[in-house]
């Protein structure tokens, strides 16, 4: 540990990154050789817990047809195998806190390395970077185009994160909170529906054990402390697209592809049938 925090000072990062995280760096060679400049997007996806990052990101990938790739799912699947990392891993996880950068790549590198052998190029990341340390690595191996800066206001957060549910069975998504927020002197109302389960998916539902209010507010917390600094790193680089979700998922996901320049045929298909 003390090797690898010698070695990961900020002023070697860029320079070094390929001898730290070796795997990471030769999966982007490759991919940068196998696709040249017509390759497909690498977008990231910063954004408080509990603001969408998951529904907007995944509805993206399958409109661009790129891997969505959350290292929070990365983190859950380890645990899920249960190996000698688990018992250390569930306790960061449980507490709130960011588990070691080293880790987090060593997941994302095998996950794009996986993917990269199957054919997949480009991504859309969400939930990484997440440190000032991250981007610069991420920086350091490959050119992210954009950065889409998810906002959603503070007091639906909290409520969005305890809301959450997940189908045990087929793993989809869900949010059992109705927010509806009043119009006051500055701000318009905000109304956003829950996003109900299928009867089918009903009694199947579970809550991740990292979304109770004490270590929501924990994640709140680190997200200002660790991950603001990152809308600053891509600010300054000219990456970060800045959107305001202006309520549930039918106008903001209109309201995004706006602000993408994109058109979802099938959404407009679905929605005119
Ligand atoms: P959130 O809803 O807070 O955005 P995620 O599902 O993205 O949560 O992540 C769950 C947990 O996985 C985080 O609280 C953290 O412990 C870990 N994690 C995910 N991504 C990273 C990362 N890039 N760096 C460090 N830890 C991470």
Not at 56 to 69: D, E
Not at 108 to 131: Q, V, Y
Not at 193 to 205: D, V
Request: include cysteine.
């Amino acid at each position: 540990m003390a090797v690898l925090s010698r070695l990961l000072t900020p002023k070697q990062l860029t320079s070094s990154s390929s001898t730290i995280f070796p795997t990471f760096s030769s999966y982007y060679s490759t991919a940068i050789k196998a696709t040249g400049d017509g390759r497909s997007v690498q977008w990231v996806f910063l954004g408080c817990p509990g603001v969408g990052k998951g529904t907007y990101a995944s509805r993206l990938s399958k409109l661009l047809g790129v891997p969505h790739i959350a290292t929070g799912d990365l983190v859950r699947d380890e645990l899920s195998t249960k190996g000698p990392l688990s018992p250390q891993l569930s306790e960061i996880v449980n507490q709130g806190k960011l588990v070691s950068d080293h880790l987090i790549i060593d997941l994302l590198s095998k996950r794009l390395e996986a993917g990269h052998a199957k054919g997949e190029s480009g991504f859309i990341l969400d939930g990484f970077p997440r440190t000032i340390r991250q981007a610069e690595i991420l920086e350091g191996v490959t050119n992210i185009d954009l950065v889409i800066n998810l906002k959603l206001r503070e007091e639906a957060l909290l409520a969005k994160c305890l809301g959450r549910r997940t189908c045990s069975q087929c793993g989809g998504n869900y949010n059992v909170a109705c927010i509806d927020i009043k119009a006051d002197n500055e701000k318009p109302a905000m109304y956003m529906p829950p996003l109900l389960p299928p009867s089918h998916c009903a009694s199947k539902l579970i809550t991740r054990p990292d979304d109770t209010e004490e270590v929501v507010k924990e994640r709140l917390r680190i997200y200002n402390e660790k991950s603001r600094p990152v809308e600053e790193f891509y600010r300054a680089r000219g990456k970060l697209l800045e959107f305001d979700l202006p309520g549930g998922i039918p106008e903001s996901w209109s309201k995004l592809l706006r602000a993408l320049n994109l058109d979802d045929h099938e959404d407009k298909r679905s929605a005119a049938a």
